[in-house]
Structures are given as C-alpha cells and as structure tokens.
C-alpha cells in the first residue's frame, strides 16, 4: 500500500517562502512522475507542478517562475520550494505519484496573509 505524508505547511505573509516535504513509502518513486497538488478552500484539488523519471518539471501558470519542484529518488521524497507567496496560493497541498498510487496523504496546509 502506498503512503504519502507530506510536511512543511504553514503561515507565511505575502512575498514569503515555504518549502514542502513529501515522504512515499510502498513505491519506488525512481519509476514514476511525481506531482504537487492543492485545493483550495471551496475549490476542486488542482495540479500545481508535475516533474518527470527524469527529472523534467511542468508547472501551472499561475506558479511558474515562483514555485521548484524537485525529487530524491534514494530518499523516495519529493520537494515543492515555494518563493514569493500570494494569498492566492493559500490551500491544502498535497503530493502524488504519477500515474496516482489512488490514495492521498493528510496533505500540509499552507497559508500566506496579506
């Protein structure tokens, strides 16, 4: 059974940095994609970044240029670094395998104030 926990949420003000941690146990990561994710309050999760086997990342707009996404296939982790936060990007963040495990972690909350 796979497991996702992620870890490194919290409250930041506006133009603030947070980096995110994501631990997979039950996968080799080194075989998958992996993702970054986050719901908002009131809103359906949405994909934020993705980052290929090989290390290739993809991001959504409204995060590129502000927001990392890298992997440790030997630690079987996954990392969101998040730079110049908006209150926008206040939610639940949560990370994957791709394709999914079909199951999801506690997800880590990160709030930016304004």
């Known amino acids: 059974q796979v497991q996702l926990v992620e870890s490194g949420g919290g409250l930041v003000q506006t133009g603030g940095s947070l980096k995110l941690s994501c631990v997979v146990s039950g996968r080799s990561i080194s075989s998958y994609g992996a993702a970054w994710y986050r719901q908002a309050p009131g809103k359906q999760r949405a994909l934020v970044a993705m980052?290929?086997?090989?290390?290739?990342?993809t991001y959504v707009d409204p995060v590129k240029g502000r927001f990392i996404i890298s992997r440790d296939n030997a630690k079987n982790m996954v990392y969101l670094h998040m730079n110049s936060l908006k209150p926008e990007d206040t939610a639940i963040y949560f990370c994957?395998?791709?394709?999914?495990?079909?199951?999801w972690g506690p997800g880590t909350q990160v709030t930016v104030s304004s």
């Open positions: 994957g395998t791709v394709p999914s495990a079909g199951s």
């Open positions: 980052i290929s086997t090989g290390g290739s990342p």
